[in-house]
């Protein structure tokens, strides 16, 4: 149980998503300082408060913060940005690098198969 165990948990897979959540987690306070201190501060800067947060409805007795989901929504719209152009600027880069000259050997098989397969 122990070897497997092992197996599982050091697999090349598990620790690239491990390094991806710690990367994830890293980038999540990044973007959390970029909205706070510059994307609100402009917000501040043009309404006159530093968040949405203060943004409520009244209904009855109760009150609806619409605001901390206006900021929740501020954020999630810059971190969707922010990934997408990561992303899209990794599949240029992918696009860009030069492709071996030697076909794999799964496409040299398929051939043979298809060569075979015509002369029959």
């Given at each position: 149980?122990?070897?497997?165990?092992?197996?599982f948990?050091?697999?090349g897979?598990?620790?690239?998503?491990?390094?991806?959540?710690?990367?994830?987690?890293?980038?999540s306070?990044?973007?959390t300082?970029f909205?706070d201190?510059?994307?609100?501060?402009?917000?501040?800067?043009?309404?006159?408060?530093?968040?949405?947060?203060d943004?409520?409805?009244n209904?009855?007795?109760?009150?609806?913060?619409?605001?901390a989901?206006l900021?929740?929504?501020?954020?999630?719209?810059?971190?969707a940005?922010v990934l997408?152009?990561?992303?899209r600027?990794?599949?240029?880069l992918?696009?860009?690098?030069?492709?071996?000259e030697?076909?794999s050997e799964?496409?040299v098989l398929?051939?043979e198969?298809r060569?075979?397969?015509?002369?029959?």
């Open positions: 149980m122990l070897k497997e165990f092992r197996g948990a050091f697999k897979n598990l620790r690239e998503i491990a390094v991806g959540l710690i990367l994830a987690l890293a980038f306070a990044v973007v300082a909205v201190g510059i994307v609100m501060a402009l917000i501040a800067a043009l309404f006159g408060q530093p968040s949405f947060d943004v409520v409805w209904v009855g007795d109760g009150v609806i913060r619409i605001g989901f900021t929740a929504l501020v954020n999630f719209l810059i971190v940005w997408f152009m990561l992303v600027t990794a599949n240029r992918r696009r860009q690098e030069p492709e071996s030697a076909p799964e496409i398929l051939r198969i060569d075979s397969l015509a002369r029959r």
